[in-house]
């Protein structure tokens, strides 16, 4: 990646020159929040009841309101599960990757793209768990010390699936938390009433800006980014490791750790897209959040793009150069001509054509084509992990076996009910959390040079 | 009876080099405020080297250590037949293992920055000085011991810290 | 002798809607006051019983249902539950002879008592019907026991009544003839029931006794016209597969269905293991229009129309008299040969006859019991001619009851007005009445209508009087199987609901009530002293004798000769040239029989051996026809017939002829049957007395919906994998021959080591499956599996541990089946155990595959990495179940809650329980002692179970053949389950 090299293309920061109306500029959302965003927050509200209703009717009535079947035994809640695992990439790819190569660009978004691996993370971890036949038993899944002594299996790739999302769960709270920390601090010293004051000011922690804290503040940041950039990479191996370490025709594949990742940071982008190209333009934060930062994105779409392509090009070819017939079968004529075979074509052009007009400057900076972009991206990587999910199992190894899938409506409101409780969580986190770093833009003022005009 | 000088400066140029000053003049235990971290402020006060990292390695070999003792011993524990492979699955144990190292170094590095910056600490002396909240806006204080035991109580402090052009010298921590 | 010996004390005073017979006998029946009914568990009404109420209080109300004044009682002396009895070990189960009847024809079975509480029916192995065998209706009836929807109170007009009493009455306005009394009954064969029939024929000679059979079987079909036409008395035809060495079925399925299809089973396999070259092995040629079970194991099967199997048999015997010098037996024979020499199948007809040429004496015709007299009667004449009568075939007196008419003189006696009191004894004829009697009109003209039926069906609702019938366990009987071999039927339980036997209501008829066990035994004592002894003490230690094996062994009745009179042959319709034209088949049903099983869930559920539908019937049409007509499974077309109107669903059936349109019977019912409620459509209105089953169909036009069907199997080819292996008998050469398969590649983890003690593995031999589905309702009774209803199992979720995969090989207008019992493989590296993140799925010491079900959550990747999909998932609480149905579970294994995985544990219950009984009694287990329920029930012998590392078992000698193979070896999972490939032996020029 080689965006560095175009610092003169265009600013990362303009029109602010005071940390005190830069810092007034930022916070100001918090303290006089835009009615636009008040609103999304009904329906998003509603969806987000939606969601909780049919996770409860699922739990007391089993998972059998569900479409899934044997031998589809897994359908759309790991589906979204790897979707949504797969959107939180780019969060703590921009945090931590990005800092370490020191891509400056990544400061006016990382909050962002943090606060989105958050909640993508959230709604990941819940359909595990409501997708388990018996999910009051969750946490038999960890280690702990049993009256009858048992313990996890560690053999299962699920197992690994509780540490690695548990892990990065916990460490993108961490990096994103001690990231705000200096942020919060700020908002507590500007909030305009007591009780916000308070509320902040709990939450900072006692933050005070102190050369000492900056210290351990610095030092920790830089380990947790190294820390979290192999963990990033790890993560969404082990999640395609549910699937490459099984026999499954369609899912034992050596390709699927690189391919999965890409395919993560991939969608990751196009969530930050589809969530910074409305919020800029909704809060005018053309000035903080610039052409050059799209611009990039984009690039990012792009290459992360190709190597997806890539890896549907690999697949097939894998298989059929293995010899195995079974592999053949679902590479070759189960996925493409099988039941569901329109998903898979949707995948194809979402995720290999549509990606590559990103060649084009033009379309780059055209945001509403962006936008677009984005979500048919979204869309295609959804698809993309139905296709691996639900085409590979009803194709098993015993013709006998084969048949097909159809989703519910439980299945249809938990997809969109945790879309609805993903963006109302970040319409809270818009509202109440200082959601550009702060004291990072303040430090970039002083590096990058600032432009007066704000570009179209 | 302590009691130190804040100085507020309106850039952390004027900070860095105010701390320079006073670090030459012999004033130690100098403690800065700034919105952002300021490059060569820790050499300017003169911090010791963290030992955060060293911390944050032996957390996460910790966390390594207790995932391995955890999968072998569990094992062990219940040793139970599976998918025909042996007892001692080195491989399988390796995805966890890596988290783990992951969450124990993680978690070192984020109580590590709440001990050493003796953080959780919601007030201080300082902030019933008013302005200085702008330490997390947009000014640059420096906190000046000036424990003096000629009863000159600051005069001699508050002459130095002319030379470095303070916006204001407020006298902290007065009985 | 038992204790259900103790069932006198039966319920007949005043019913009660919601009679569950023990918990509401206060309710009920006068229990003296100050008598403590129930145990102190019992105060409160459970809604859902357990297992420990359920033997609680079954104990409790044994006792005291002595001292609840029924009013029929016995001089026996109960013992009450204070002291356990000798015979009753708590949690070990009981097994008692018995016998169950279909179509009048007693079948041998044993059945597993759990305190009282009979779960499961196994075959008899002394009993010459069964051989140790049962098939699917046999088995499903511990079921039907418990059903909930069983009729459960005597009315009439509406009101409740005392059956006895109004017995009494009838039998008082009857008169001293009897000219208006009418019994209509299902077939029988039990001494009692004739005896009872003679009774009341003696009473009132006025009466008839009519006789009904939907199924048609023997005497009351056309096979029976046609022997009465010949030989001028009713006989049984009894076939010796294990001597014949080339069967030609003509629309017939003796395999799996008619009265001996367990014993012709068996002997069709005792000749079809051939594992080397030199071995016999025996040919099947098969002609039906639809497939059967016998069809799928056919060498040569060849799909033709019904109509033309009368011109199928003219072309062989023609070809034999012409091609291969067989003397024709008769010139009327010859003489209606002579206008019919071609064939549309000359290679199949040339070496049918060839076979059957070389094969004198050791060949065998059979005509399926819905081709007409016409047939038969050729059948009989190629039979003759080829010398296998006497051989492979013996004749000998049928043991059916002979009655005084059919439905269709009844028919007319009720237009005339001539019938004034109508009992009907089972059978709800008004659903399977040919269509044109239309008995549920012409019904209402008898002025009194007793019906004794299981549910309140179709026959209930139109008659006035309704007695709740004892069901087959529930009540004491006698039957004969085809060969005469008398057998008893004895209860296991106590009736549920206060039914009553089809013997007691006619002894009330013509006395004092009497109860069924007095009527037997009365029976039986005097047949023993027509025998020639005196003593009843004699006697009855030979009833005891006969009760302990369920069979009077070795008491076959004596073969008749026969010589036809071919004169006989001049009242045979002879059938016409073939028209063009579709043809509507009707069939009896593969799970519901003759609908008689509609209500039963696991037959409802179990797939159809052929179609694999369940919960629904359809019009199986040919591919050709599909096209032909542009329909696509599943969708609705109207077929018009001469007779009547159908819409059905279709299903494109490979191996349905192509002219022939396909519809079982038995399904569209409207009794008040919750289960039965709108499964299918009824296509009993039209069949008619000219053409019971069959139709000349019209038009069919295709409608603009579709219906869904359930079916567990969609995918019907192989897709060239190494799933399914055959070979030929000319291709064994063994011992040189490679193995058939290739051993799987290197492997990166060495073979687990086993442990100490028997390794269990079963072998299963493709070669003799007929996919009768018999093993697949053994492991649902077994092991408690659940029935997941119609919906579920459109979303592929049917909970059987053991399926029956159907492939096809060739051509799909005229394919070779292939068949395949699947269940757990219990694989030594299996691929569910190391994805499973609880331990909920490990390896046993004795290379079991076991599931724990208590530390199952749920996360389904088991099955997903089961190469063979065997897993099964509780994806609701199926195991909930209506009462008193969770009565029928076996206590032995455990009821799998919600959200749990489940599958295949190889009978672990039964292992386990064999290996304590061998501890305790302290001899070594027998390697051959743990017998799967699958095995244990399969009529062929087509599984083998044991210890593999024992040298001298059976399943360690099959596992070294060269045959046996593993499915999907290449997946290296190691299946413990292997199977020996299907061995077939066609005709060298016909392949």
Not at chain 1, 197 to 207: F, H, I, M
Not at chain 3, 44 to 70: K, V
Not at chain 3, 302 to 330: K, T, W, Y
Not at chain 3, 471 to 498: F, K, M, N, Y
Request: hydrophobic fraction near 45%; aromatic fraction near 8%.
């Amino acid at each position: 990646m080689s965006m560095a090299g175009q610092h003169a293309a265009d600013p990362l920061l303009i029109g602010t020159s005071d940390d005190a109306a830069l810092t007034q500029r930022v916070l100001r959302p918090l303290w006089s929040p835009h009615p636009a965003l008040g609103w999304l927050m009904i329906p998003a509200a509603l969806g987000s009841l939606v969601f909780i209703t049919a996770l409860c009717y699922t739990f007391v009535t089993g998972i059998g309101v569900w479409g899934n079947n044997i031998p589809v035994g897994w359908a759309f809640a790991i589906t979204n599960f790897v979707w949504w695992i797969g959107i939180g990439h780019a969060g703590t790819f921009i945090s931590a990757i990005l800092y370490l190569l020191q891509q400056e660009w990544r400061t006016s978004i990382n909050r962002i793209a943090e606060a989105m691996t958050l909640f993508a993370v959230v709604n990941a971890g819940l359909f595990p768990i409501a997708h388990l036949g018996r999910p009051w038993f969750f946490y038999w899944l960890a280690p702990y010390p049993a009256t009858m002594e048992l313990w996890p299996q560690f053999r299962s790739s699920l197992t690994w699936d509780v540490a690695a999302i548990s892990t990065y769960g916990t460490v993108s709270f961490l990096f994103w938390y001690l990231g705000l920390l200096p942020d919060l601090a700020t908002a507590r010293d500007t909030a305009p009433t007591r009780l916000r004051r308070r509320l902040y000011g709990l939450c900072a922690l006692g933050w005070r800006g102190a050369a000492s804290h900056w210290r351990s503040y610095r030092i920790a940041y830089l380990l947790l980014a190294g820390l979290a950039t192999p963990l990033v990479v790890s993560v969404h191996s082990i999640v395609s490791l549910d699937f490459a370490v099984a026999k499954q025709p369609g899912w034992h594949s050596t390709i699927f750790p690189p391919y999965f990742v890409a395919g993560a940071i991939f969608s990751g982008f196009a969530m930050v897209l589809t969530l910074v190209i409305p919020l800029r333009a909704l809060l005018r934060l053309q000035d903080v959040i610039t052409m050059r930062h799209i611009d990039n994105m984009a690039k990012v779409l792009l290459a992360t793009g190709s190597i997806v392509a890539y890896s549907y090009l690999l697949e097939p070819f894998t298989a059929w150069y293995s010899g195995d017939p079974y592999e053949r079968y679902i590479q070759l004529v189960g996925r493409p001509a099988g039941p569901f075979a329109w998903v898979f074509w949707l995948t194809i052009v979402c995720n290999v054509l549509v990606p590559q007009v990103l060649w084009l400057r033009s379309l780059r900076r055209n945001l509403v084509a962006l936008l677009i972009i984005s979500l048919l991206v979204q869309l295609g990587m959804w698809s993309e992990r139905f296709v691996i999910v639900v085409t590979s199992l009803q194709r098993g190894a015993l013709p006998s076996s084969w048949s097909s899938y159809s989703p519910t409506l439980i299945d249809a409101c938990l997809l969109f009910g945790s879309m609805s409780l993903f963006l109302f969580l970040f319409l809270v986190f818009v509202r109440f959390v200082p959601f550009i770093a702060l004291s990072e833009l303040k430090l970039l003022r002083r590096k990058e040079p600032v432009e007066t005009q704000v570009s179209p | 009876m302590t009691s130190s000088l804040l100085v507020e400066f309106a850039s952390e140029e004027q900070l860095l080099a105010a701390a320079l000053h006073m670090r030459a003049l012999g004033y130690g235990d100098l403690e800065a405020y700034s919105p952002f971290p300021v490059a060569g402020l820790d050499a300017a006060l003169g911090a010791p080297r963290s030992r955060i990292p060293l911390a944050v390695l032996i957390g996460a070999l910790t966390g390594l250590a207790a995932s391995y003792a955890i999968e072998w011993g569990a094992t062990l524990d219940y040793p139970l037949r599976v998918g025909g492979f042996p007892l001692y699955s080195l491989p399988a144990f390796i995805p966890i293992m890596f988290e783990t190292t992951i969450l124990a170094g993680a978690l070192t590095a984020f109580c590590a920055v709440v001990v050493r910056s003796g953080l959780l600490q919601w007030w201080h002396p300082l902030d019933d000085i008013a302005g200085f909240e702008r330490s997390v806006i947009d000014r640059f204080f420096l906190t000046v011991p000036c424990d003096d035991p000629d009863g000159h109580t600051g005069m001699r402090c508050r002459t130095d810290l002319a030379a470095c052009h303070p916006v204001r010298v407020v006298p902290v921590g007065q009985p | 002798m038992s204790a259900h010996l103790h069932d006198d004390h039966r319920s007949d005073g005043a019913p009660h809607r919601d009679a569950l017979y023990w918990r509401t006998l206060a309710d009920s029946f006068d229990v003296p006051s100050g008598t403590r009914e129930f145990p102190p568990a019992a105060d409160t009404p459970p809604n859902a019983w357990s297992r420990r109420q359920f033997i609680g209080l079954m104990s409790a109300s044994m006792a005291l249902a002595g001292l609840s004044g029924c009013r029929l009682t016995s001089d026996d002396h109960l013992v009450p539950y204070v002291t356990q009895p000798v015979d009753v070990i708590p949690g070990r189960p009981s097994h008692y002879a018995t016998t169950v009847t279909m179509g009048g024809y007693g079948t041998g079975v044993v059945v597993t008592s759990h305190e009282g509480r009979p779960t499961k029916i196994d075959g008899n192995p002394e009993h010459p019907a069964s051989l140790g065998a049962c098939g699917v209706f046999e088995q499903a009836l511990v079921l039907q026991l418990y059903d909930p929807d069983r009729a459960q109170a005597a009315r009439l007009n509406g009101v409740s009544c005392l059956w006895h009493q109004e017995m009494q009455e009838v039998a008082t306005h009857t008169g001293t003839r009897g000219d208006g009394l009418r019994v209509l009954m299902e077939p029988t064969a039990s001494p009692t029931m004739a005896r009872c029939c003679a009774e009341v024929k003696q009473r009132w000679p006025g009466s008839r006794i009519i006789i009904h059979d939907a199924a048609g079987i023997g005497a009351h079909g056309a096979a029976g016209q046609a022997w009465r036409a010949l030989f001028g008395h009713d006989l049984v035809a009894r076939y010796d597969f294990s001597r014949s060495l080339i069967v030609v079925a003509m629309d017939a399925d003796p395999l799996a269905s008619g009265p001996s299809h367990l014993a012709h089973a068996r002997g069709f396999a005792s000749l079809r293991r051939a594992r080397s070259a030199g071995q016999p092995m025996n040919r099947l040629y098969v002609a039906e229009s639809s497939p059967t079970c016998t069809g799928s194991i056919a060498d040569h099967r060849l799909a033709v129309s019904d109509r033309d199997i009368v011109d199928l048999l003219l072309a062989l015997l023609a070809e034999l008299m012409a091609g291969q010098g067989v003397l024709c037996p008769d010139q009327r024979i010859a003489a209606l040969v002579a206008g019919r020499t071609t064939s549309a199948h000359p290679s199949w007809i040339r070496a049918a006859a060839a076979d059957l040429a070389a094969n004198r004496g050791a060949g065998l015709i059979l005509i399926g019991d819905r081709q007409p007299p016409l047939a038969h009667a050729l059948g009989h004449a190629l039979n003759a001619a080829l010398g296998n009568v006497g051989a492979t075939i013996a004749y000998g007196p049928s043991p059916l009851m002979a009655g005084d008419g059919d439905l269709a003189s009844l028919m007319r006696e009720l237009d005339r007005g001539q019938v004034d009191d109508l009992l009907i004894l089972g059978g709800n004829p008004v659903l399977t009445a040919l269509g044109d009697i239309q008995l549920g009109r012409r019904i209402s003209q008898a002025r009194n209508r007793w019906y004794l039926g299981l549910y309140e069906d179709e026959t209930a609702q139109l008659c006035n009087g309704f007695i709740p019938q004892a069901h087959v366990l529930e009540s004491w009987g006698d039957a004969c199987a085809c060969d005469g071999t008398r057998s008893i039927q004895q209860p296991l339980i106590d009736p549920l609901h206060g039914g009553i036997a089809a013997c007691e209501v006619l002894a009330a008829l013509v006395g004092p009530p009497r109860l069924a066990r007095d009527l037997v035994r009365d029976t039986w004592r005097d047949a023993f002293q027509g025998a020639g002894s005196i003593a009843d003490a004699g006697a009855d230690a030979h009833l005891a004798e006969v009760l302990r094996r369920g069979v009077e062994v070795g008491r076959a009745s004596s073969l008749v000769s026969t010589a036809a009179d071919w004169s006989a042959l001049a009242r045979f319709e002879v059938p016409q040239r073939s028209r063009d034209g579709f043809e509507l088949s009707l069939k009896l049903d593969a799970k519901v029989h003759d609908g008689r099983f509609a209500n039963n869930p696991w037959l409802q559920e179990l797939p159809d051996p052929v179609t694999k539908l369940t919960w629904d019937n359809a019009a199986l049409i040919s591919p050709a026809a599909a096209r032909r007509l542009g329909v696509a499974q599943g969708a609705l077309i109207e077929v018009r017939c001469d007779t009547g109107a159908l819409t059905v669903p279709v299903i494109i059936q490979p191996g349905q002829a192509e002219w022939t349109i396909s519809v079982s019977l038995g399904y569209g019912r409207r009794g008040a049957e919750r289960t039965a409620a709108d499964i299918g459509v009824d296509a009993y209105p039209l069949t008619s007395i000219s053409r019971p089953w069959s139709a000349a169909v019209i038009a069919v036009t295709s409608r603009p919906a579709s219906h869904r069907l359930a079916i567990t199997q969609h995918h019907w080819s192989l897709e060239g994998r190494p799933i399914l292996l055959e070979q030929t008998l000319a291709g064994i050469n063994l011992p040189a021959d490679a193995p058939l398969q290739p051993p799987p590649g290197p492997s990166l983890r060495p073979a687990p080591a086993h442990g100490p003690g028997p390794q269990w593995a079963m072998v299963i031999d493709t070669s003799v499956c007929i996919g009768c589905s018999a093993c697949v309702v053994a492991c649902q009774a077994e092991n408690n599996i659940p029935v997941v209803g119609k919906e579920n199992v459109l979303r592929s979720r049917e909970m059987h541990w053991l399926r029956i995969d159907r492939y096809y090989r060739g051509n799909e207008d005229d394919p070779v089946a292939l068949l395949q019992p699947m269940a757990c493989q219990h694989c030594e590296k299996a691929p569910c155990e190391y994805v499973c993140p609880t331990y909920a799925t490990t390896h046993s010491q004795d290379g079991l595959n076991e599931m724990t079900y208590n530390r199952c959550v749920g996360t389904r990747f088991c099955s997903n990495n089961c190469p063979y999909k065997v897993r099964r998932f509780n994806w609701y609480n199926f195991a909930d179940g209506r009462d008193p149905l969770p009565l029928a579970r076996n206590p032995e294994v455990t009821v799998r809650a919600r959200g749990v995985m489940e599958k295949c544990t190889y009978c672990v219950q039964r292992i386990r329980t064999t290996e304590h009984r061998s501890l305790v009694d302290g001899v070594p287990l027998r390697t051959d002692a743990v017998v799967t329920a699958c095995q244990q029930t399969c009529p062929t012998q087509a599984i083998t179970f044991g210890d593999m590392t024992d040298p001298a078992s059976a399943v360690a000698h099959l596992r070294a053949h060269p045959l046996a193979y593993a499915v999907l070896e290449d997946s290296g999972a190691q299946p413990r389950t292997r199977y020996l490939a299907h061995v077939r032996n066609p005709h060298p020029e016909l392949t």
